[in-house]
């Protein structure tokens, strides 16, 4: 199966590529065309899944699908952004017809449940790799950055943390667990939910967001740092589901909160007058710590001492200490 052939059976026939709102043109030419309406602006993410360092290879081409869309939605959820489109660049070292057909079934499923569809992208021959970028679309001047986060905020998550990081042994098959702790914690490593509506609910709202993508402690970090803050996280506080706390006890469940990747929760920060409000419609704010003038992150236990640890997240390229 040559190039072409491959592209119109596996993507360019998918569901998830037959167009939809805002796409004024989608496969097949040399770009695709998006609308974006007056006073609205384009929001674009990248994210790259390589095999070996972001998925063990091989797995599940359905669940892979799924994940490599959801990790890219996940930042337009981020942004407070309503999603358009999004394009894909293959990299295969052959072309297998099984693997492709049941890969690009998981894309299409959350792309369907995302409200994404698929305009194009690149397809070559190498090591596995798979390239996700994602456009959205957001008023004008209400985009969730990272930089407008306030002393006097609250410090707050979208839901459950930690559950993606503590699935990771299970992936790997270096762990077991009974299938009612097992199965949770493993979809939300394969089908992470992006939080698309949440993001949206938050416009006008949130003085900053990200979606967690290399754990609390880590991400908080680029809130400060953007915002020229300090953010203050609550060891008691943070939300951990029943499974994790099975899998991994407290302290275990504290700790894959506060440094493990591949939750994509939103973490925001909100004016404190926001949250009754929000709460009160249902959407799941979880207060997890505070904003205070300053820099950094600091992790208080219960009794309010300083427990910050010294490594946070997982970095490419870090050289051991
Ligand atoms: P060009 O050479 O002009 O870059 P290509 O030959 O690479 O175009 O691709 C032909 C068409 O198929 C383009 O519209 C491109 O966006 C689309 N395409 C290529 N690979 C993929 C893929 N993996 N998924 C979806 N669309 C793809
Ligand atoms: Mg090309």
Redesign the pocket.
């Known amino acids: 199966m040559g190039?072409?052939e491959?592209?119109r059976t596996?993507?360019?026939a998918a569901p998830c590529?037959q167009g939809g709102e805002g796409i004024a043109l989608?496969?097949?030419?040399?770009?695709?065309l998006l609308a974006v309406p007056p006073g609205e602006q384009l929001a674009i993410s990248t994210d790259t899944l390589v095999a070996g360092v972001h998925f063990a290879d091989p797995c599940d081409p359905f669940l892979l699908g799924q994940r490599s869309l959801a990790v890219a939605v996940s930042d337009l959820a981020a942004m407070g952004a309503n999603p358009l489109a999004f394009?894909?660049?293959?990299t295969l070292p052959t072309v297998a017809a099984d693997w492709l057909q049941r890969y690009a079934q998981g894309l299409n499923a959350m792309a369907q449940r995302c409200g994404v569809g698929?305009?194009?992208?690149?397809?070559t021959r190498g090591p596995l790799s798979l390239t996700v970028t994602v456009f959205g679309r957001v008023p004008a001047g209400l985009a969730l950055t990272r930089s407008g986060a306030q002393p006097g905020d609250l410090l707050c998550v979208g839901g459950d943390l930690g559950n993606a990081a503590a699935a990771l042994p299970l992936v790997l098959g270096q762990r077991s667990a009974a299938a009612d702790v097992a199965e949770p914690l493993l979809g939300h490593y394969w089908s992470p939910q992006p939080q698309l509506a949440l993001g949206i609910a938050l416009r006008g709202k949130a003085t900053s967001a990200l979606d967690i993508s290399d754990g609390l402690l880590a991400d908080c970090g680029h809130i400060a740092k953007a915002s020229g803050v300090s953010l203050v996280i609550e060891r008691q506080r943070l939300p951990l589901s029943a499974a994790l706390l099975a899998f991994l006890g407290d302290d275990g469940a504290r700790a894959a909160a506060l440094s493990g990747g591949d939750d994509y929760v939103l973490a925001f920060t909100l004016p404190p007058a926001e949250l009754a409000p929000l709460l009160a419609d249902g959407w799941p704010v979880q207060v997890v710590g505070r904003v205070e003038a300053g820099a950094g992150v600091r992790l208080l236990d219960a009794r309010g001492h300083d427990i910050t640890p010294a490594v946070r997240g997982y970095q490419h390229f870090r050289q051991a200490p």
């Open positions: 190039e072409f491959l592209i596996y993507f360019a590529a989608g496969i097949g030419d040399d770009c695709a394009t894909l660049a293959l698929l305009v194009g992208g690149d397809t």
